[in-house]
């Protein structure tokens, strides 16, 4: 793609997102402005971090070139609004680790031995353990640059014997990935085991699997989790769709589903805006957007709560069944897009 049409695409969008932000609510019906300009950021944050600084600069100068006045106020927070401003990647980092120091400081002092009603079998320590894991066989993927999978279980993990202590490891052991984490070029290759195999797939990888594993330790110690941060949480669930198409076991059983053309909707209530996942099987397995509207097709069942509780849900934490989530529709697809996709 040349140069000056790079321009004017950006040029465009940028016009056109600033019109409809603009619109007057006679003109617009403003749910449906809201729908446009959540679909159109959910495509940008999708976009790798050089894309994303790129597309920040084309919108800078497309505003620079209008006169001062409103016009160029509105196209001068395009890139604000968008999220295309910040170090995302650096930003995804920081979440990591805060969220790891809250698992940390959840679990330092509580008996290892307390068991997990939400990992049958498992206690305090082997959640500890896991999410020690992660963090240790993500860091070595991005630290060594491997183009070929390695296996979590392969790597020496330095755990101590005692399980009091797996706390303070886990605490080191997240650290120490951070750090490669924060230095390493967000677009280089690496392996992964989603769809996108390079180094920025890891913090949302390792800050989804902590929000559950911090999950998992509030239902142990306090028979409820924490709750979520909406907008990290809605991510979060980004991540997990995006991935299951990768997980062999999930994509073998999505296949055997035999329900092509079903639709299931997932609603967010908490994010601001009816955060929404469209959930669309077919092909031997799903499609999946996002956006506040359901879209042309009528979904099959409908599934609103928080969005940290539709993580949790997703995850297997919860019941569909449970009262925390408001089902219409056909359960029973909904059952068995949960028991397919079951981790």
């Known amino acids: 793609m040349s140069d000056a ?13 600033t019109a409809v932000a603009a619109c007057d609510d006679e003109v617009l019906d403003p749910d449906t402005a809201v729908e446009w300009l959540e679909m159109t950021g959910h495509t940008l944050g999708a976009l790798p971090p050089a894309d994303r600084r790129t597309l920040d600069g084309l919108f800078r100068a497309v505003a620079l070139r209008h006169p001062e006045g409103p016009w160029r106020d509105e196209l ?7 999220g295309l401003t910040g170090d995302i990647h650096a930003d995804a980092c920081e979440a990591v680790a805060e969220h790891t120091r809250r698992f940390v400081t959840a679990v330092r002092d509580a008996d290892p031995a307390t068991p997990v009603p939400t990992r049958p079998g498992r206690t305090l320590a082997d959640l500890t353990r896991d999410l020690g894991t992660l963090h240790h066989w993500a860091g070595h993927l991005v630290r060594t640059r491997s183009r070929a999978r390695v296996l979590p ?9 005692e399980p009091a202590a797996h706390a303070d490891w886990l605490a080191a052991t997240a650290d120490a990935t951070v750090r490669t984490l924060r230095t390493a070029d967000p677009d280089a290759p690496v392996w992964s085991p989603g769809g996108d195999p390079h180094v920025r797939s890891y913090p949302a990888r390792l800050l989804r699997e902590t929000l559950v594993h911090l999950a998992d330790a509030g239902i ?4 409820e989790p924490d709750p ?5 949480a ?3 669930v980004d991540d997990l769709l995006a991935e299951l198409p990768y997980v062999p076991r999930a994509a073998e059983a999505l296949a055997r589903l035999d329900r092509d053309g079903a639709v299931i909707r997932l609603t967010a209530h908490d994010t601001g805006t009816g955060t929404g996942w469209t959930l669309v099987l077919g092909g031997g397995g ?3 957007t996002r956006g506040t509207g359901e879209g042309p097709a009528v979904p099959a069942v409908r599934v609103g709560a928080g969005a940290g509780e539709l993580l949790l849900l997703l995850h297997g934490r919860f019941a569909a069944a449970d009262p925390r989530f408001l089902r219409t529709g056909d359960t029973e697809l909904l059952d068995a897009w949960l028991a397919a996709t079951a981790l």
Request: hydrophobic share 50%; glycine share 12%.
């Open 220 to 223: 142990a110690l306090r028979g």
């Open 5 to 17: 049409l790079t321009g004017a695409l950006a040029e465009a969008l940028a016009e056109l997102v």
């Open 234 to 236: 809605a991510e979060a």
């Open 228 to 232: 979520a941060d909406p907008r990290t």
């Open 153 to 161: 279980g392969d790597l020496p993990l330095g755990l101590p014997a």
């Open 286 to 288: 799903f499609t999946w």
């Open 76 to 82: 001068l927070t395009l890139s604000e609004g968008f």
